[in-house]
């Protein structure tokens, strides 16, 4: 079975400049989420998705990230404009309901200069 | 909100030996989960065990098992025999309502030969 995929695994660029980050869950889990991860510490979330509904984005800077999560399956992070503070690894995770574990992927580590 | 806290920044052991790495946390719900995970360089989080809070034995998965004071809100973790490959940062983290998982701020192992 394959498991949570994150693309791309690294991300350059420019402040100011937008940027997407792509995730494909494991096949089945209909909870998606994304956590931020800044360096020496534990993730954060930003947002959990239930199918396609975001059901928390609390955490979602929302004057310059946005997410979708398309048929309930692919979601995609953007970041406009990205500033330096966005440094940072952006991790996927999907489970399959509520009080199971979360699988996360690899992450994106984004570096914003 | 819940918090969980990770007292101890980094450990090391000797190859072989046994480690004990800390973590309490802060609720006032009576129903939850309870996590570790590890997290190697590689930056892929992986879950360690897993215990649920109504249950009054301790989980055990191999060379890792848990020591869980539901009364004390402390979670535990031993890794017996321990072995090179279990070097990573290792995170506690807490399941609440609504699926949120929320992360300590994670502990350094170093295991040495």
């Known amino acids: 079975e394959a498991g949570v995929v994150q693309s791309p695994r690294y991300k350059i660029i420019e402040k100011k400049q937008p940027v997407a980050f792509w995730c494909n869950p494991i096949s089945g889990h209909n909870t998606l989420y994304w956590y931020l991860q800044n360096l020496g510490q534990g993730p954060e979330l930003l947002i959990r998705?239930?199918?396609?509904?975001?059901?928390?984005d609390s955490q979602l800077p929302k004057d310059r990230f946005s997410a979708e999560r398309l048929k309930g399956v692919d979601s995609t992070l953007k970041i406009q404009p990205a500033e330096l503070g966005d440094s940072a690894v952006y991790l996927c995770a999907s489970s399959l309901g509520t009080g199971n574990e979360q699988y996360f992927g690899p992450g994106t580590r984004l570096t914003v200069t | 909100a819940q918090t969980v806290t990770q007292s101890q920044p980094e450990m090391s052991v000797q190859e072989a030996e046994t480690v004990t790495l800390s973590c309490t946390y802060d609720?006032?719900?009576?129903?939850?989960?309870l996590f570790w995970y590890k997290q190697p360089p590689s930056r892929q989080m992986i879950l360690v065990i897993r215990?649920?809070?109504?249950?009054?034995q301790n989980a055990t998965e191999n060379r890792f098992s848990v020591n869980f004071q539901k009364a004390a809100k402390s979670f535990s973790l031993k890794i017996s025999d321990s072995q090179l490959g279990d070097t990573a940062m290792y995170f506690c983290?807490?399941?609440?309502?609504?699926?949120?998982?929320?992360f300590g701020a994670g502990t350094i192992l170093r295991v040495k030969s």
């Open positions: 215990q649920e809070a109504y249950k009054q």
């Open positions: 609720t006032s719900e009576n129903n939850y989960y």
């Open positions: 998705y239930e199918n396609e509904e975001a059901v928390d």
């Open positions: 983290a807490y399941l609440e309502y609504g699926n949120k998982l929320v």
